[in-house]
């Protein structure tokens, strides 16, 4: 059974870094074709797709957060880790990691989500 | 960046009735091969997002025969052929054309 979990805390204070952590379990972040995305959706809002790493560690960023963030992969823990530089309260809401596939080799989709983690942030 | 809107916003539907949800994006969706890069998520009440579609109308696994993606370009449609309670929720489109990687604002649909 393929499974992604996000855990991290769930209270940062503002100017401070977030790391998250995805713990992929059923797959290897290292098998071809494969990789981990980040998203998140703020409360009662729509979802945003963040970054994203490729199997080979290629890496996309949103461009409006990019200076921010950093996704990296770790992969004898087989973990993908999320961080996110000065919070901010705006910066509220449910982060989700998912696996990356491409389907027939063509572009991006996300067939496995985690259950996500709720980040506020507050001082 | 590429601009998906969706209509409606919200669709009240009678169990065992159709319904459809369009998304339209800010530029041609048309990828490598023919395809198009628009893909579809339900987002259950208080759950994380489950893959319904890809590539604008290929079933995902384990997703029922009664959705169904259609569209090319920069007009899509998800359609349900018959509305069932489990579908209750906030339907995405979602284009992976080009990063930055973006969705549509949703459509919640419920049960009438």
């Known amino acids: 059974q393929i499974t992604l979990k996000e855990s991290g805390p769930t209270l940062v204070k503002p100017t401070q870094t977030l790391t998250l952590t995805c713990t992929l379990s059923g797959f290897s972040i290292s098998t071809s074709g494969v990789g981990v995305a980040w998203f998140r959706q703020p409360p009662g809002k729509a979802l945003e797709w963040l970054t994203l790493?490729?199997?080979?560690?290629?890496?996309r960023y949103t461009s409006s957060l990019r200076s921010r963030l950093t996704i990296s992969k770790d992969t004898s823990k087989n973990q993908v880790v999320l961080t996110m530089t000065n919070m901010d309260p705006v910066d509220r809401g449910t982060y989700y990691c998912?696996?990356?596939?491409?389907?027939?080799?063509?572009?991006?989709?996300?067939?496995?989500w985690g259950q996500g983690t709720m980040v506020t942030v507050s001082s | 960046d590429i601009v998906m809107t969706q209509s409606p916003l919200s669709l009240s539907v009678t169990p065992g009735e159709p319904a459809s949800i369009s998304c339209r994006s800010s530029?041609?969706?048309?990828?490598?091969?023919?395809?198009?890069?628009v893909d579809w998520y339900l987002q259950r009440p208080g759950q994380s997002p489950q893959f319904l579609i890809y590539l604008a109308s290929y079933r995902a696994s384990g997703v029922p025969d009664r959705f169904s993606g259609s569209g090319s370009g920069t007009d899509f449609t998800l359609k349900i052929s018959r509305v069932e309670a489990e579908d209750v929720g906030v339907y995405y489109c979602?284009?992976?054309?080009?990063?930055?990687?973006?969705f549509g604002p949703g459509t919640k649909v419920d049960i009438k």
């Open positions: 530029q041609s969706l048309l990828c490598g091969n023919g395809y198009n890069c």
């Open positions: 790493i490729y199997w080979n560690d290629d890496k």
């Open positions: 979602m284009q992976a054309r080009q990063t930055p990687i973006t």
């Open positions: 998912a696996r990356l596939i491409i389907p027939f080799g063509v572009k991006d989709a996300f067939d496995i």
